[in-house]
């Protein structure tokens, strides 16, 4: 069965710093990846998706992530984040259009001053 | 274009209690889901449905949830006989099969205390 994995529960890191929350997957061909964002009392926006071509995907609001087949890993990057990125970050898995679409754990991000 | 409509937005019941949640999905998407979000956790998926088809049910705990979408557009998810273990954000997420990778769209969640 397919899988997602997000080891870090929480990041803090300073305004203005770059950013790296880590995404592991488990699925036996290319699946459909996925990371979403929550903002708090909200539901879930899509920050960006991937499924084949560049292994480097952008996204909104200068995200983007890195697939790596080799490492079943597709990590969510960017240069230099703001204090409104605080939020929590999905990492999420699908088969493709029209099957389920499996969510990680999350990573709560905090931006401190 | 509306988004995707929840109601309500919060619920408070006693244990043994009923309740039901509401969804409103965006118009044309025929694939509708439902997650339920524990505290401090990734959504877990209870159900989906295609039209007014259920496509996966497997996680959904069925001698108390029950869940339909009779026309294809507007669905409900109920629980018979509350537990504290079902506390939790229920989020219903709308997307269109036709497309290869496609988005869901979330509502903004019931948030569900059971005491």
């Known amino acids: 069965a397919q899988s997602v994995t997000q080891p870090d529960a929480r990041v803090t890191v300073s305004e203005g710093a770059s950013l790296q929350l880590r995404c592991k997957y488990s699925?036996?061909?290319?699946?459909?990846l996925f990371w979403y964002v929550q903002y708090p009392r909200q539901g879930l926006q899509l920050l960006l998706k991937?499924?084949?071509?560049?292994?480097v995907v952008q996204g909104v609001n200068s995200f983007e992530a890195e697939f790596s087949k080799s490492n079943s890993s597709f990590h969510l990057q960017k240069a230099s984040v703001h204090w409104s990125d605080s939020a929590v970050y999905f990492c999420a898995l699908s088969m493709g259009g029209g099957y389920k679409v499996v969510f990680g754990s999350g990573t709560r991000l905090l931006v401190s001053p | 274009e509306a988004g995707v409509t929840q109601s309500p937005r919060y619920a408070v019941l006693q244990e043994g209690q009923a309740v039901s949640f509401w969804c409103d999905p965006i118009s044309g998407h025929d694939t509708l889901y439902w997650y339920q979000q524990p505290r401090d956790q990734g959504p877990q998926l209870l159900v989906y449905f295609r039209d007014e088809a259920v496509i996966d049910n497997s996680q959904l705990p069925s001698d108390r949830f029950s869940a339909v979408r009779p026309k294809g557009t507007n669905s409900t998810l109920k629980i018979q006989s509350a537990k504290q273990g079902d506390t939790a954000t229920y989020l219903c997420?709308?997307?269109?099969?036709?497309?290869?990778?496609?988005?869901?769209?979330f509502g903004s969640g019931t948030r569900l205390t059971v005491l």
């Open positions: 699925y036996s061909a290319t699946p459909y």
């Open positions: 997420a709308s997307s269109f099969a036709g497309v290869s990778a496609e988005t869901l769209y």
């Open positions: 991937y499924y084949s071509g560049d292994p």
